[in-house]
C-alpha cells in the first residue's frame, strides 16, 4: 500500500545536539511538507517542497533545515539553534499544482528533550 | 493568506448523541475544504472534503460536513456519536500553490 513513513517514532535530543527526523512515501507525489504540532496550537507550518532540490521556507522555519534530493525523501534536521524543539512533526505530501487534493500524513514523530 | 477557526477546543458529547463540530473560513474566493481526524499519537487522517458541486459532502465513518458559501462555514456533523469517534479534529483549507491552513483543532470526548 502506499503511503508516509516517518522514522522514528520517539527521538530524544541532547543539549547542542542536531537530530535528523525521517520521511519517506511511495505516493509518487511531487509535494512534501513538515509540520510541528504543539498543545492547542494546530498544525504550524516548517518547510516545505514543490520539486526536487528546490524547497521553501513556513511559518516557523527558524532552527530547522531539510533536503530533498529525491522525489520519495524529504528528511528534517532540528538544529541546535532551536531551543525549543519538544513537539510532535508531522510529514506530508500531496500532489503537486492540485489544491483540491487533501494532504497525506505519516504517523508523526514525536522529539523530546532529554 | 487564509484563516480558519474552528469554535470550541473541546466538545463533549453522550454516546449516541449528534456530534457537531464547527469551522468557519476566510476566502475571497471559494476554497477548498477539508476535514482531518487525528488519534492520539498518530498522523492526520482524511475525513472528507469538498472542491465543487453538491454543498452536503459525506464522509467515512458516517460524518458529513455542508459547505455554506454565505456563513463561510464548513461543520462537520454525525447523527450518533460512537466511542471509537473521541479524537482530535482539524478543519482545513487550501489555495493555490499547494497550501494549506489548519484550524487549532477540536478535541472531542464521548462520554459513555
Known amino acids: 500500500d502506499g503511503g508516509i513513513t516517518q522514522s522514528p517514532k520517539y527521538l530524544f535530543r541532547k543539549e547542542g545536539q542536531n537530530v535528523t527526523l525521517s520521511c519517506e512515501q511511495n505516493?509518487?507525489?511531487?509535494?512534501m511538507y513538515w509540520y510541528r504540532q504543539d498543545p492547542g496550537q494546530g498544525l504550524r507550518l516548517i518547510y516545505y517542497?514543490?520539486?526536487?532540490?528546490?524547497?521553501q521556507k513556513g511559518d516557523i522555519a527558524e532552527g530547522y533545515s531539510v533536503s530533498r534530493e529525491k522525489k520519495e525523501s524529504f528528511p528534517l534536521t532540528v538544529t541546535s539553534a532551536q531551543k525549543n524543539p519538544t513537539a510532535f512533526y508531522l510529514c506530508a505530501s500531496s500532489i503537486q499544482g492540485r489544491n483540491n487534493q487533501p494532504q497525506h500524513f505519516g504517523d508523526g514523530t514525536r522529539l523530546s528533550i532529554l | 493568506a487564509q484563516s480558519v477557526t474552528q469554535l470550541g477546543s473541546h466538545v463533549s458529547v453522550s454516546e449516541g448523541a449528534l456530534v457537531l463540530l464547527r469551522c468557519n473560513y476566510s476566502?475571497?474566493?471559494?476554497?477548498?475544504l477539508f476535514w482531518y481526524v487525528q488519534y492520539p499519537n498518530q498522523g492526520l487522517q482524511l475525513l472528507l472534503k469538498y472542491t465543487t458541486g453538491a454543498t452536503l459532502v459525506k464522509g467515512i465513518n458516517g460524518f458529513e460536513a455542508e459547505f455554506k458559501k454565505s456563513e463561510t462555514s464548513f461543520h462537520l456533523t454525525k447523527p450518533s456519536a460512537h466511542m471509537s469517534d473521541a479524537a482530535e479534529y482539524f478543519c482545513a483549507v487550501s489555495e493555490s500553490g499547494n497550501q494549506f491552513y489548519f484550524g487549532t483543532g477540536t478535541s472531542l470526548t464521548v462520554i459513555p
Open positions: 505516493l509518487n507525489h511531487d509535494a
Open positions: 476566502s475571497s474566493v471559494p476554497p477548498y
Open positions: 517542497s514543490q520539486i526536487v532540490n528546490d524547497f
